[in-house]
C-alpha cells in the first residue's frame, strides 16, 4: 500500500529544497520578499472518530491548540468529525491511502482487519491500568511490536503514535439492575474490539457500532445494553435517556488510550523539527487530556446522578470474576497465532514486574477516601 517512489508522487520535502533553491536564486538578483510570504502554513488534514459533540473533540481539539503553537504556525491542522471525509471505522484506510493526513482514534476501531489491534487497548487486563500499559508501549516494547503489526504485518502505509491513559470503561448501561453473571444470558450488547469475543462468553449478543449510533439502536431495540467510554461523552449522546442504571468498572476495556495516525509519506517529507512537534505533541496532550478527563468525567457523572436520575453501581465482584474467567478461556485462542502470543508475553512480562511495583507501593487510597468522605463509598 505504499505509494512507489517511481510514481509522479512529488514528496513535500522535495518541493520545500526546491522552493528554497529558487528562493535563494531570486535573492541574487532582486529585493527579497518579507520572510512571511515564503511561509505557508502546511495543513495537515485530521479526521476523528468521535461526533462533533463528543468530549474527545475537544481533546482532539488539545492536540491541534499544541501542535499550531509549537510549531509558531508552520502546521495548522484541519480537524474534522467523524463522517466529514470517512465513517469513524474507516480512518485507518483514509489515513493509509492518503485520503486523509491523520487521525485521531482507537486501534480497537480497525480491530475488524487484524484483531491483534485490540491488543494495543482493549486486550486482556493482566492487572495492569491505563497508564501501565501506555508505559508498556513507550518504554516496554509496545511501541515496535506496534509498528511490526501496521508495516511489517499488515503492510500499511502509517504511522501511530499513543497518548492520553484513559480510566477504565464502565461496564455500562442498563435498564435494569444487574449483579449476577448469569443475568448477562441473552442481553443484546454494543461494545467494540476483543471486548466482543470476550462476552459473548457470558452469553452476550454483541453489535459493534461507532458510537453516535448507540443511542438510535437502543431506541429500536436492536440493543438493550451498551458501553461506550465514559460519563461525558455516555451524557452527551444521550445516554441516559434510554437507561438509568449506568455500571462504573469492568475488565472489558480497561487500558485503552488514543490513536494518532499519519499518512507515513506525509509524514516522511515533513521536515524533522515538525515530524517531531506531531509526535511529541502526542505525550504532552496526553497530559493536558488527563486534567480534562478528570475534571469532566467527574462532574457529568455527578450531574448524571443529580439531574438526570441516574443510579451509579459498581459492577459486581461475580461479574467481575466471569469476565476474568471468560478471558481465560479467550487468551489460549487469541495465542494459537504467533504474533499476538508474542505481544500478551510482553504485556504479561511487563505487568507481572512493573505491577508488582505500583500495587507493593502504592497506599490504600480507598481507606483514606473514607476517612475523610465517610459513607459515600459503597463498595
Same mark, same amino acid.
Request: glycine share 8%; net charge negative.
Given at each position: ?7 509522479? =508522487? ?168 444487574? /449483579? ?71 475488565? =472489558? ?13 506525509? @509524514? ?15 505525550? *504532552? ?11 469532566? @468525567? ?12 441516574? /443510579?451509579? =453501581? ?34 504479561? *512480562? ?20 473514607? =476517612? ?8
Amino acid at each position: 500500500m505504499k505509494k512507489n517512489s517511481d510514481t509522479k =508522487h512529488v514528496s513535500r520535502r522535495k518541493l520545500l529544497k526546491g522552493g528554497a533553491v529558487a528562493a535563494g536564486a531570486a535573492a541574487a538578483s532582486t529585493v527579497a520578499a518579507p520572510a512571511v510570504l515564503a511561509q505557508s502554513p502546511i495543513v495537515v488534514k485530521m479526521q476523528t472518530s468521535w461526533p462533533a459533540a463528543d468530549i474527545w473533540m475537544d481533546f482532539a481539539r488539545q492536540y491541534v491548540d499544541r501542535v499550531e503553537q509549537m510549531s509558531a504556525g508552520r502546521l495548522k491542522v484541519d480537524l474534522l468529525p467523524s463522517g466529514a471525509v470517512v465513517g469513524a471505522f474507516q480512518v485507518l484506510d483514509a489515513v493509509n491511502d492518503g485520503v486523509l493526513d491523520a487521525a485521531h482514534t482507537v486501534p480497537v476501531y480497525w480491530y475488524g482487519k487484524n484483531k491483534a489491534a485490540s491488543l494495543f487497548g482493549t486486550g486482556p487486563v493482566f492487572g495492569g491500568s491505563a497508564t501501565t500499559m501506555l508505559a508498556w508501549f513507550h518504554a516496554g516494547g509496545g511501541a515496535e511490536l506496534y509498528r511490526e503489526l501496521t508495516q511489517d504485518i499488515m503492510g500499511l502505509n502509517v504511522y501511530g503514535f499513543y497518548g492520553f491513559p484513559m480510566p477504565a470503561q464502565p461496564f455500562g448501561w442498563f435498564k435494569n439492575p444487574v /449483579t449476577k453473571a448469569a443475568e448477562l444470558d441473552g442481553f443484546k450488547y454494543r461494545t467494540v474490539g476483543l471486548a466482543a469475543d470476550l462476552l459473548q462468553r457470558l452469553g452476550m449478543s454483541v453489535a459493534q457500532l461507532p458510537g453516535g449510533e448507540i443511542v438510535p439502536a437502543m431506541e429500536r431495540g436492536v440493543i438493550d445494553a451498551f458501553e461506550f467510554n465514559n460519563p461525558s461523552s455516555d451524557s452527551r449522546f444521550g445516554a441516559q435517556d434510554v437507561a438509568k442504571n449506568y455500571f462504573l468498572s469492568s475488565y =472489558h476495556q480497561a487500558s485503552e488510550s488514543f490513536e494518532f495516525l499519519f499518512n507515513k509519506d506525509f @509524514y516522511d517529507d515533513l521536515p524533522e523539527d515538525l515530524q517531531a512537534i506531531l509526535k511529541y505533541a502526542v505525550e *504532552a496532550t496526553s497530559t493536558s487530556n488527563t486534567a480534562l478527563a478528570m475534571d469532566n @468525567y467527574s462532574a457529568d457523572l455527578q450531574k448524571l446522578q443529580s439531574e438526570s436520575g441516574v /443510579t451509579v =453501581h459498581r459492577t459486581s465482584k461475580d461479574i467481575l470474576d466471569a469476565q476474568l474467567k471468560a478471558w481465560d478461556e479467550l487468551i489460549p485462542e487469541l495465542e494459537q497465532d504467533p504474533f499476538m502470543k508474542k505481544v500478551m508475553d510482553s504485556q504479561r *512480562a511487563w505487568v507481572e514486574r512493573v505491577v508488582f511495583y505500583e500495587l507493593m507501593n502504592s497506599p490504600d487510597l480507598a481507606l483514606a477516601y473514607d =476517612h475523610y468522605f465517610p459513607g459515600k463509598l459503597k463498595l
